[in-house]
């Protein structure tokens, strides 16, 4: 059996940052409090706990002096609100993060209605977002029915998105409400790294007969990354560590693919791949004794 990983997948640039930043923060100021997850990931999520970073939802539940904003980014009004509460602000935004965040406060201040395709929900659009006044969309369907209030209109995407998937986006949102708009802007904030990722989840897929995903089942670009790994009509299956791959799945496998989302550590990967080695080990034939082979030979013809 075949084991192969993806061309890219893994820890992006804006996540191998974010950790290096709060890691060096915690050893020259102690413990830190970090806004939310680090990473999208539970087992690098203990790691960092361990090294006196610890999560917390809201700014009301810090307690060690220091915050840390994560590669997601957040809202002017927290960073105002850091200051007021007296505490120091570890900022470990992902430089591609904090452009849309530019790119949208400087569409909202020059009139235009802004509109992310992007979830709503998700930390690092409810970050983007608040830096366009309140007045900021997000969305994931482009034929909902809008109340769109200025003729000028900027759609971005969530970073995570796939080029392909925001392309589509844009054409059917042009489709539907180019009535209400008498200016649009088109600002491609997808993120080069995450559609990297999904370029060589296809390519592994041309050439597997099965596909593992690894990372956390909270992370969105995990998820996604497994969405189109079994588009492709590849058996696939998302985990989060090696302990949870069936045996069962690998039988009668000639090519296992690999790839791993933009939060999940080297050793998570390093971890399956070692797995899927020793399991192919264990079911490979066992080599036939010409002795034996005789003995059973000779008994059948006796
Ligand atoms: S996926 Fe892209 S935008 Fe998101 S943190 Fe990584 S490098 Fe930054």
New binding site residues.
């Given amino acids: 059996m075949r084991i192969k990983k993806a061309k890219a997948l893994g820890f992006?640039?804006?996540?191998r940052r974010a950790i290096q930043v709060v890691e060096r923060a915690a050893a020259e100021h102690g413990p830190i409090d970090s806004l939310g997850s680090v990473v999208h990931n539970p087992q690098v999520v203990d790691r960092l706990g361990a090294k006196s970073i610890q999560v917390v939802k809201g700014l009301e539940e810090a307690r060690n002096g220091t915050i840390a904003i994560t590669?997601h980014g957040a809202g002017p009004q927290v960073m105002e609100e850091t200051a007021a509460r007296g505490l120091r602000l570890v900022d470990a935004t992902?430089p591609?993060?904090r452009k849309s965040q530019k790119v949208v406060q400087r569409l909202q201040e020059a009139g235009f209605q802004v509109i992310i395709y992007g979830d709503e929900a998700h930390p690092e659009v409810r970050g983007v977002l608040a830096w366009s006044d309140g007045s900021g969309l997000a969305m994931q369907d482009p034929e909902v029915p809008l109340d769109i209030r200025r003729h000028k209109v900027a759609l971005l995407a969530q970073?995570?998105k796939s080029e392909q998937s925001f392309a589509a986006f844009v054409a059917r949102f042009v489709g539907k409400h180019i009535g209400h708009i008498n200016e649009l802007r088109v600002i491609n904030t997808t993120?080069p790294?995450?559609d990297e990722r999904y370029h060589a989840a296809r390519e592994l897929a041309a050439e597997s007969d099965l596909l593992i995903v690894v990372g956390g089942r909270n992370s969105a670009?995990t998820r996604k990354l497994a969405e189109t790994c079994a588009a492709s009509g590849v058996e696939t299956h998302h985990i989060e560590t090696a302990p949870e791959i069936d045996p069962a799945w690998l039988a009668g496998k000639k090519a296992v693919g690999v790839t791993a989302g933009?939060s999940t550590p080297d050793e998570s990967i390093d971890a399956v791949v070692q797995r899927l080695r020793e399991l192919s080990n264990h079911h490979r034939p066992a080599p036939v004794e010409a002795n034996a082979t005789r003995t059973r030979n000779r008994r059948r013809y006796e």
């Fill in positions: 992006c640039f804006g996540v590669a992902c591609i993060v970073t995570t993120c790294e995450t670009n933009a």
